[in-house]
């Protein structure tokens, strides 16, 4: 099984740190290495992959491939095709106040890309992360909660530059995408493998003292 999840937002808002900081962060679980097409000024130009693979304890084999879009409204055309077929998304936004506009468009954008997907939005799992938590001139955390309650998607804090909030981003979005799909065709049913065993399987990701009992000894 394959699931697609992709990082969206708008431009620099940090979605190719996020994958930066989960590549580092995983320990050599990883099913290949992040691969990052940029500008010449460091910006994405297509996308970022960071492909993942892993195997439940049924040995149910699970991929999961990230991807980043462009941020710029100019590849518009890229972030459409990216988003297809999406399992799940994650809406990077920038905490930063002057940055509102930039954040209400992309969301926007998304919206519409969707569609244009034959995807729907209420349907699809969604978490929405507020990025740069570190930088001045950002909305306060009551109004990031206040945000949080006039929506149902799992809002999370981060400074991705630094690694803070990014795994539990992640997570909170493999685990919906889980819960979602898994309403959809039934996956314990089917093929025996619950949302406990599989977010404990992630969970594990994250785990160095696994890495190191994996490593083969000198």
């Not at 439940?56 to 518009?76: A, D, E, M, S, W």
């Not at 990025?131 to 981060?158: M, Q």
Request: net charge neutral; hydrophobic share 40%.
């Amino acid at each position: 099984m394959t699931l697609k999840l992709v990082y969206y937002g708008p431009a620099l808002s940090g979605k190719t740190t996020n994958l930066q900081q989960l590549h580092a962060a995983m320990h050599g679980h990883i099913g290949g290495e992040l691969i990052t097409l940029d500008t010449r000024d460091d910006r994405t130009l297509f996308f970022d992959l960071l492909p993942l693979e892993f195997e439940t304890t049924g040995g149910f084999k699970i991929r999961l491939k990230l991807f980043t879009v462009p941020g710029q409204v100019i590849h518009n055309a890229t972030r459409k095709i990216v988003l297809q077929g999406a399992d799940g998304v994650a809406f990077i936004a920038d905490s930063r106040v002057a940055q509102t506009r930039s954040n209400n468009e992309s969301f926007a954008n998304l919206k519409q890309n969707l569609r244009d997907n034959g995807l729907d939005f209420n349907d699809i799992a969604l978490v929405i992360q507020f990025n740069k938590r570190d930088l001045p001139g950002i909305r306060s955390d009551a109004e990031v909660k206040r945000i949080a309650t006039k929506g149902k998607e799992p809002v999370f804090s981060a400074v991705a530059i630094e690694g803070l909030g990014v795994p539990e981003t992640f997570k909170g979005l493999a685990c919906l995408t889980w819960e979602k799909l898994d309403l959809k065709f039934n996956f314990a049913e089917r093929f025996g493998v619950n949302q406990q065993d599989f977010m404990a399987r992630i969970g594990e990701l994250f785990d160095p003292n696994r890495a190191a009992a994996e490593e083969p000894s000198p």
